[in-house]
């Protein structure tokens, strides 16, 4: 099966009970068992549920891989995915990370015993370098958030082969649409759900996907122990939001490529970051591991912060809001939001200002959001005209 069709076909073949043809929402904690040690492969929601289970397949199927896992939400995913570890274990992970995985690395599992070394993850020597006995993961997001830089996933996975270290790839910002990082020889691919593959933002949810009979089994041991899943209403949403995705996602990138060089020729913009311009210092290895490049645009506003508020106060198509990946285009300020969480200084030594936007471009109709960025845009700065 190709892509559009497992999508709306993996794991969702009809109801065995009812004949019904799409999952149903099997709300209830537990199964009823005919007698000890005898069911119907279901015992309890946490441990597995008819819903969530198609949810898994499908999304196992999406990156061609074996097994499949979903979590309450992505942090949660992420979480699970470093259950692998042990205290004494080092991780090394690309610097321009979503500022919730960079604080739970931070701030759970670092004080839990686990080590970490942050490298220039456009640089893959910069992995080997880095590397220690103890290495037993390297942790990348490719493009990165919020600055859509890119990883080379072969030449980190060679890297990691050579050594026996672990590599996890979180896939949120591309999708197995327009990546998959399992066939580039990664170990792992991680996602929020939240954003494009539920992408309708109305259900937080997360997935880990490996070919790896062993870290499925230990993961999927976490997922049960810990008992990170998702509710049954939302694995079911994002089953059904993950049905369109491969009509979404060319959508979205069309969009983005198009606001893109809008963004990159305004008088008000400094400078654009989108791996689909030419002008991408990693254009060309994108166009070798992606078959596009995504929705996310980020830019620099002439000015600061204040021009930043400006900016994001005169949006009215594009909402001011956390998340990314919905069908409706959102603007966020990454240093005030998303990448809260890292301290000031790091936060700018990775490029990431008070002038810093990033916007998820949805898929309304370009002209629109063209036409909502200028005015904005041009809204941000007579503030400052008119203040000065
Ligand atoms: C790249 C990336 N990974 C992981 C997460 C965490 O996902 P969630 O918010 O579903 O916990 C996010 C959230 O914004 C993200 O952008």
Request: hydrophobic share 40%.
């Amino acid at each position: 099966m190709k892509f559009a069709t497992k999508a709306i076909h993996a794991g969702q073949s009809a109801d065995a009970a009812t004949g019904a043809t799409i999952t149903p929402i099997y709300l209830t904690s537990t199964f009823t068992q005919e007698g000890i040690g005898k069911h119907k492969g279901f015992e309890y929601s946490r441990t597995g549920n008819p819903t969530r289970a198609a949810l898994e397949q499908c999304l196992a199927a999406l990156d061609d891989a074996e097994y499949g896992l979903a979590f309450a939400s992505g942090s949660a995913a992420t979480a699970a995915t470093l259950s692998i570890l042990r205290p004494g274990d080092h991780v090394i992970a690309a610097a321009d990370l979503y500022g919730g995985t960079y604080r739970y690395f931070e701030q759970v599992a670092k004080p839990g015993g686990i080590s970490f070394t942050y490298v220039d993850g456009r640089q893959p020597e910069e992995f080997e370098k880095a590397l220690q006995s103890k290495t037993r993961l390297v942790w990348i997001e490719t493009p990165t958030n919020p600055l859509l830089q890119l990883v080379d996933i072969a030449a980190v996975a060679a890297v990691c082969q050579a050594r026996g270290v672990r590599l996890a790839v979180d896939n949120t910002f591309a999708t197995p649409f327009f990546q998959r990082p399992l066939a580039f020889g990664a170990d792992i691919a991680v996602y929020s759900t939240t954003k494009y593959i539920g992408g309708h933002s109305d259900a937080v949810g997360g997935a880990v996907v490996t070919s790896d009979r062993i870290l499925h089994k230990q993961i999927k041991f976490f997922q049960n122990a810990a008992g990170g899943v998702p509710g049954i209403l939302d694995a079911w949403l994002t089953l059904r939001g993950v049905k369109t995705l491969a009509v979404r996602m060319p959508r979205h990138e069309e969009n983005a490529r198009e606001i893109a060089r809008f963004l990159q020729a305004h008088s008000e913009v400094e400078t654009v970051y989108y791996p689909g311009l030419p002008s991408h210092p990693q254009h060309e290895l994108g166009a070798r591991q992606m078959s596009g490049f995504g929705g996310m645009v980020t830019f620099q506003i002439r000015g600061g912060r204040e021009q930043a508020n400006a900016f994001v106060k005169a949006v009215r198509l594009f909402s001011f809001a956390e998340s990314l990946g919905g069908v409706e285009s959102l603007v966020c300020h990454p240093a005030t939001m998303t990448h809260a969480s890292y301290p000031p200084e790091d936060r700018l030594r990775r490029g990431i200002t008070d002038g810093t936007i990033r916007l998820s471009v949805g898929i309304e109709d370009v002209e629109d959001l063209k036409a909502d960025l200028d005015q904005a845009l041009l809204a941000s700065q007579t503030k400052i005209i008119q203040t000065r």
